[in-house]
Nanobody, 126 residues
């Protein structure tokens, strides 16, 4: 059984930083790309970032590029999202996802991920 567990969310002031973690079990983690998505109230799910199996490739959503950094530690079966220069518009529930195909690439589409965590709330105050 695949388990995806996010942590690290919370309340932060604008301009601050947070680091999200996502622990994955039940799958050979190093074989699958992983990603972060977010969803704010009343809005559609939005791609945030993704990293390939051995961190050769990363992709970022336009709204977070230059501020967020995704990384992974295959020895710990964990993926991270370092969020800097946070803005109120970054407020959302952040979801970690594991790719559905053992692939060397990355995808921005949620349809290419089939294991999702429950999400962790990030709130940025102005």
């Amino acid at each position: 059984q695949v388990q995806v567990l996010e942590s690290g969310g919370g309340l932060v002031q604008a301009g601050g930083s947070l680091r999200l973690s996502c622990a994955v079990s039940g799958v050979t983690f190093r074989h699958y790309p992983t990603g972060w998505f977010r969803q704010a109230p009343g809005k559609e799910r939005e791609f945030v970032a993704a990293v390939s199996t051995y961190s050769s490739f990363t992709q970022y959503g336009d709204s977070v590029k230059g501020r967020f950094t995704i990384s992974r530690d295959n020895a710990k079966n964990t993926v991270y999202l370092q969020m800097n220069s946070l803005k109120p518009e970054d407020t959302a529930v952040y979801f970690c996802a594991v790719g559905s195909v053992a692939s060397a690439g990355v995808s921005r589409s949620g349809n290419d991920y089939n294991h999702w965590g429950q999400g962790t709330q990030v709130t940025v105050s102005s």
